[in-house]
């Protein structure tokens, strides 16, 4: 698990990154939002300790735009409070001025841990015989398929195979296929070299590649395009 600082603050986080590393969680550090965004996709990201100079306004609104779910922390100096309060109005959890106070800090890494290390909780017997299917195929290499409702918790089950497998280590990578436009999804998931085709200006490591040793999960796959969906069974049963 990590946590991600986002800004231009590095040096003055060395408190947190300490702490963390003593309570087991990894830092991973990003200048811009673009940057983070596409992280959360990478790194099994539990929180994000933010610096109040990259606009919470535009921060947030990228969550949102991407569906993300992403407990924040804002940083910054004591003067900064009234743009303090506006972050949490819009959705942060903490702010915590400068220089960090270890005695502040703990108890948000020590909530994280204790939530990342619960994994889903069940009392009926259908979701107990689910979660032991589950951790019995995390134990293979099988593709597996996951159905149900929007809210009954896939991603939960995701990442439980995830954790309970031999790839824990490795990155988990989730891509929301329907909230990625049709004409840009086959590079988000294969990816494509330079001047491959007009407008790769930059080659682009796809999210299989980026996967790779670790565990893919491809939600709302049935949004996808039909010819779309036959490139992606390919590649699935040759694991390529």
Do not use: W
Not at 20 to 39: L, P, S, Y
Not at 201 to 219: H, Y
């Amino acid at each position: 698990m990590y946590i991600l600082i986002l800004g231009n603050i590095v040096s003055k986080c060395n408190k947190l990154i300490d702490l963390a590393r003593k309570f087991n969680i990894e830092v991973v550090t990003c200048n811009t939002i673009e940057q983070a965004i596409e992280t959360y996709s990478i790194k099994n990201v539990v929180c994000t300790f933010a610096d109040l100079e990259i606009s919470p306004a535009e921060y947030f609104k990228a969550l949102n735009n991407a569906k993300i779910n992403m407990p924040t922390v804002l940083l910054g100096s004591a003067s900064d409070m009234q743009k303090a309060v506006a972050g949490i109005r819009m959705g942060a959890i903490e702010f915590l001025p400068f220089p960090l106070d270890e005695d502040l800090i703990e108890p948000i890494l020590n909530s994280l841990k204790k939530e990342s290390g619960s994994g889903p909780i069940a009392q009926d017997e259908k979701t107990l015989k689910l979660l032991q299917m589950a951790e019995k195929f995390a134990k293979s290499n099988a593709t597996v398929l996951l159905r149900g409702e929007s809210g009954t918790g896939k991603e939960v089950f995701s990442k439980f195979i995830h954790t309970n497998s031999n790839r824990a280590d490795q990155n988990f990578v989730s891509v929301n296929c329907a909230a990625i436009p049709e004409n840009l999804l086959e590079s988000e998931l294969f990816g494509h070299e330079k001047g491959s085709f007009s407008g790769a200006l930059t080659k682009r490591v796809g999210k299989f590649e980026q996967a790779n040793g670790g565990t893919l999960l491809l939600d709302e796959i049935s949004e996808m395009d039909a010819a779309l969906q036959a490139k992606l069974l390919r590649a699935i049963q040759e694991r390529v």
